[in-house]
């Protein structure tokens, strides 16, 4: 069977290879495939009885591509899920991130407390009640002029404050 094998099957490697890279490209390492096939060809062949080897061996090594394929895709996915894993683990605030977020907001609170009464109330009803400028204007019966200088005065005190602060 040694020769037979050698005769019919190996020598057809060349053009195994050659179909292998044009049907699959970079995605499979030839040289594997071939390897692997040969070996399933020879640990099943029953030697001078088979009467197609040439198509036996192209429909074993494009089907081992194939696996080969499917193995390599597969592992990418787990690759990119871990690699999106510990980019969404890392952009979680660690506890000084979330520390300094606090002082920040209590600096901007004890700046919103300064604020004369009017411009607080612009202020909170533009920022936690998400009114327009008009709404704003229509509910304290002010003009949208007035509600833009508020709201300007509001930011510049809170911003000047909180930079004082650190």
């Not at 020769?3 to 490697?13: D, G, H, I, S, T």
């Not at 070996?39 to 081992?64: C, D, E």
């Not at 499917?70 to 592992?75: E, K, L």
């Amino acid at each position: 069977m040694g020769q037979w094998f050698n005769r019919e099957v190996v020598a057809l490697a060349p053009r195994l290879r050659a179909f292998l890279r044009s049907r699959f490209g970079p995605e499979i390492d030839v040289d594997d495939v071939v390897q692997e096939t040969l070996l399933q060809l020879w640990r099943t062949a029953n030697g001078p009885g088979i009467r197609a080897p040439k198509a036996i061996l192209f429909v074993a090594a494009r089907n081992v591509a194939l696996d080969q394929v499917r193995r390599y895709r597969a592992s990418r996915l787990v690759d990119i899920s871990a690699e999106y894993a510990a980019e969404i683990a890392d952009d979680r605030p660690d506890v000084r991130d979330l520390i300094q977020h606090q002082q920040r907001i209590a600096q901007v609170d004890r700046a919103l407390e300064t604020l004369p009464p009017r411009a607080r109330q612009v202020f909170a009803l533009r920022r936690t009640e998400g009114l327009r400028h008009r709404e704003i204007a229509e509910t304290l019966g002010i003009s949208c002029k007035t509600v833009e200088v508020h709201l300007q005065r509001a930011l510049r005190h809170c911003a000047e404050l909180v930079a004082a602060e650190g």
